[in-house]
């Protein structure tokens, strides 16, 4: 059967077909949907697990009870699992192993745009980069063979376009692979010095077989088209030099790279008067083909960052893009992206952007938007689970002035299950200062919805235990929490009020489900009336004082020539966030 695919899709799709049993994965944009897919096919176990570190953690110990097992995050996530990466270079697999990382050249949704081919390379395990679905497929049930047949785990290193982008794809049957005894070999899997040093001297070994294997493997191949000019390209920049350049050029495509096959870009690069590497983020194969003693065009010509799309490279090499429709960019209004109406950060933020000398250290989630205008209620954000600690350590320097300055460190409910439980362990063992606020919304909500410790659900759909942050402060020792409900903005800012009061750590829990939540039933029990009812202004007594456009809410917009706001009755939610923040109650509840 030939279908359309993602290449989300057809990872999944091919880690079903090499016979995978156990796959694990925390939520990250582009990589989200692979787990997604998987967690439909029956045969394979799969969760959610609370960070990427534990994902890959519980992948290795599938392989080593003798399962074909899968870890994927987007490339950040890859960070948080290089502790255990590195050591599963040395130790090997039992059951095959593959690590997927989703790179996101241009940063859509990420905080860095790091490369992640960096990592195969420096941990010495084997990677392969699809170019599209159907490489997405093949090469996933690839890596599982390469995995079992050379004792290591494998990175496949996927983009945002190749993640995203459908192209089509031949299914085949899934291979049910036996799993493996299990043996104790404490020689192989007990990581002490003794044992590691050992490992290490097999490990360059290894390496020399894969490079071996580099050579001959059919996703390393060239396209000679008789032309002085050479073009070499690893992924998704395969498809996008070959549509600026096309039989224009040879082409060297590169579906293996670590260990990179040295004797056939040599063999490619010789003879050629202009060679051209299109690669995205680092020079990581222009590095190579000039460590081999060529002189090639890369990042001279091409841009160092963002992604290489054909109309990047065309105006790179060409000074020129292909036409397209023209029109009056003076008349293109400005839509910078803002939290969703009814969304229950709403009332928190625009209370906390009221606070004077405070620091407010955030984190990654959609919260971040309270950054922006109209709140402006957001000083830090470095990476998941940082808004604690950062707080902490911010909390211990302001204490040693006499300004009085107060930190509140924000996030979200996953991601305090992520990375942030540490670091509240952390704020009630040194004793902050800091007033900490887990905005809970009963979901991991940036990245579409996927279920957490805190829902009450698997990835399958199964019920779970549903963990209460509350439980776990109290357990850290925590005597001063307090879980308000979001939208009841003097209920906030008393509470702030006290918390700010105290003179030892605290924490605050707002809880509401996101206004996009498909509700489960514990949802409809605990909150009957939420997102019932519409409001409206009542433009009889509005003033157009402009007010309630401060709640930042995109249901709410103001009519100039008339001076009044409005409500679009088909976006409002019924938070009535705007309602309270109106100081002559211009803004009422619509009767039902």
Known sequence: MRILMTGDEAIARGAYEAGVVFASAYPGTPSTEILENLARYAEVYSEWAPNEKVALESAIGASVAGGRAMASMKHVGLNVAADPLFTFAYTGVNGGAVIVTADEPGQYSSQNEQDNRNYAKAARIPMLEPADSQECLDMTKLAFEISEQFD???????????????SPVTLGAREEIAIKPYEKQSGKYVCVPAVAKKLRVKMEARTEKLTAYSEKSAYNHTENNDSPI????????????????GDGASHLKLGMTWPLPDNLIGDFCDGLEKIYIIEENDPYIEEAVRRLGFRPYGKGVFPAYGEMT??????????????TLTYDRDK???????LCAGCPHR?????????????????????????????????????????????????KVFDMTEQGTRVIS???????????????LNVAYNQSNTVNVILDNRITGMTGHQENPGSGYTVK??????????????????????????????????TLDELLALNEP???????????????????????????????????????????????????SFLSDKSKAIISRDQCLGCGVCAQICPRTAIKKEDR
């Open 152 to 166: 290591t785990p494998v990175l496949i290193r996927l983009t945002t376009r190749v993640c995203h982008s459908k």
């Open 230 to 245: 050479g073009v070499i390209t690893s992924g998704v920049c395969y498809h996008y030099a070959k549509e600026v350049f």
């Open 310 to 323: 054909p109309e990047v490279i065309r105006k790179a090499m060409f000074g020129e893009t292909l036409p």
């Open 332 to 338: 293109v209004i400005s839509r910078p992206p803002t």
């Open 347 to 395: 009332g928190f933020f625009y209370e906390l952007a009221k606070r004077a000398n405070i620091m407010v250290s955030g984190d990654i989630g959609c919260y971040t938007l309270a950054m922006a205008p109209p709140f402006n209620a957001l000083d830090t954000t470095v990476c998941m689970g940082a808004s604690i600690s950062m707080g902490h350590g911010a909390q």
């Open 410 to 424: 924000v996030l979200g409910d996953s991601t305090f299950f992520h990375t942030g439980i540490n670091s509240l």
């Open 461 to 494: 759909g199964e019920r779970a235990p549903m963990i209460k942050i509350e439980d776990i402060a109290r357990a850290f020792g925590f005597r001063n929490i307090r879980v308000v409900d979001p939208n009841d903005l003097g209920l906030v800012r008393k």
């Open 506 to 556: 605290s924490i605050l829990i707002t809880r509401w489900p996101c206004a996009l939540k498909k509700f489960s039933v514990e949802d409809k029990k605990d909150y009957p009336q939420a997102y019932c009812g519409k409001y409206a202004v009542d433009a009889q007594v509005c003033i157009g004082c402009k007010l309630c456009m401060k709640a930042g809410c995109p249901a709410l």
